[in-house]
């Protein structure tokens, strides 16, 4: 018997046992997490942006789909989803950049749906989506033309990004234009601290699409997590006080 | 419809892929390393699709006489030589090691010391976007590192190079960055489990 993967598959269903159960229990109540403030700020610019006809910049990063930062890109994509159907109504469709293909190709999908659902299946410009880079740098210099040129009142970084977020952060603040950035990874999140304006640390980046838009099972999964977290802390604890008594 | 069978085929395979992965069973394993196998494929014909994304979009600059399209110009040209280049000659040829050592390397290297500036302003800048004490001890701390590792005329700082440095960077830091990947880690589980059930769908389908 394979003890981690026993314990593993019981964290597993046990965190989906969880997520359903409290988004079949929750369903109709409204959900109450702490306020952030930059998910305020977001409806601001997102509704400032629809307003006056400019445009979201959606960067997705560069987490691939077959690797542990794919999860990031899903997050990011979930909201993507999300925003795009926020902003339907307005004048020009978001743009999505990003530094994976598989990525790319995914936001190509996902604002295509957004739009023709909103339109009743109108022609959507496919060029929306696009990818600028396959290296770090690469992808970021590929997208500061965006920032720049394409009209952008707000800029959402959601996704896998390394130390060349600081590039895009940098463009985003010379163009006066909000930002709001979250990266998976370490080095991108101290970079996005120190120059994004509204920087997300850790897992906020995967909290983005429930503040933006609630649905039942997303709540569920923050209210998951924070279930998760105590479990965490508490087996800790209990290691080091049994590693104190020499239990361990 | 196309909805229904693309969630489908999406949660079919993420239960295989992942019982596959934590049991030994061998028929599941199998399938699994099949399916991670139509997954590389599919990976690199996403490559494909993506530059010829990026060849259309820098395309369109140029037709459309944008800003900035004698950039996208010299992209397309400099991709479809060096596509002919990998085309005849081996990836490991002379002229495709001149290529990436000579001018892809030295360029992306002038990026990261661009980044060394702008970082710089941003961190001066900080302060003044965000007042509070995190920016100060963010600040200070990134100060405090830098003084006990750069090389100085003088030679190490005492205390601040053998002691501040190693405690802030191995036991502070350390702790910190591990926190933050454990909360990555549980919001990836539920990130997989909203795939799974078919809550999230990256594909388009509502």
Not at chain 2, 38 to 54: E, K, P, R, S, T
Request: aromatic share 8%; no cysteine.
């Amino acid at each position: 018997m394979n003890w981690s993967a026993l314990i593993a598959f019981l964290l597993v269903v046990g965190s989906a046992g969880l997520l359903l159960g409290f988004a079949i229990l929750k369903r109709k109540t409204p959900p109450s997490f702490r306020e952030i403030p930059a998910f305020i700020r977001l409806r601001q610019a997102i509704g400032r942006a629809v307003e006056d006809g400019s445009r979201l910049h959606f960067s997705l990063g560069r987490g691939d789909l077959i690797s542990p930062q794919g999860a990031a890109g899903l997050a990011g994509l979930s909201a993507l989803r999300r925003l795009a159907d926020l902003t339907s109504t307005s004048d020009r469709t978001p743009i999505a950049t990003s530094g994976e293909p598989s990525l790319t190709v995914l936001s190509q999908d996902v604002m295509q749906a957004s739009f023709q659902e909103a339109t009743g299946g109108s022609h959507f410009d496919a060029s929306g989506a696009r990818l600028t880079g396959l290296t770090p740098f690469s992808y970021a210099s590929g997208a500061l033309p965006t920032l720049r040129d394409e009209h952008i009142s707000a800029n959402i970084l959601l996704g896998s990004f390394g130390v060349e977020a600081g590039l895009l952060a940098d463009a985003a603040e010379r163009q006066n234009s909000y930002l709001l950035a979250a990266s998976d990874n370490l080095l991108g999140q101290a970079v996005l601290y120190a120059s994004a304006q509204e920087p997300l640390i850790g897992e906020e980046l995967y909290a983005v699409s429930e503040y933006v838009n609630h649905s039942p099972l997303h709540a569920a999964s923050l209210k998951v997590q924070d279930i998760l977290r105590y479990v965490l802390i508490i087996t800790m604890l209990l290691g080091a006080l049994l590693k104190l008594a020499g239990l361990l | 419809m196309k909805g229904i069978i693309s969630t489908s085929v999406a949660i079919v395979t993420g239960l295989i892929v992942l019982i596959g992965y934590l049991f030994q069973i061998p028929i599941l394993s199998d399938i699994r390393s099949l399916i991670l196998d139509w997954a590389v494929i599919l990976a690199a014909m996403m490559i494909f699709i993506g530059v010829l994304n990026l060849l259309s979009v820098n395309n369109t600059r140029v037709n459309n006489k944008e800003k900035g399209g004698f950039y996208s110009l010299v992209l397309i040209i400099s991709l479809l030589v060096t596509l002919l280049i990998g085309l005849f000659l081996e990836p490991g040829h002379s002229v495709m090691n001149f290529i990436f050592y000579s001018i892809q390397l030295p360029v992306e290297k002038s990026l990261m010391a661009l980044l060394a500036v702008t970082l710089l302003v941003a961190s001066i800048n900080l302060l003044r976007r965000q007042p509070n004490l995190f920016s100060v001890i963010f600040l200070g701390t990134t100060l405090l590192i830098l003084l006990g590792t750069v090389p100085l005329p003088f030679g190490e700082l005492p205390f601040v190079g053998d002691v501040l440095r190693p405690f802030i960077a191995q036991v502070l830091a350390a702790s910190g960055a591990r926190g933050i990947l454990l909360g990555v880690a549980l919001a990836t589980l539920t990130t997989g489990l909203r795939v799974l059930f078919g809550a999230d769908r990256p594909y388009g389908s509502k």
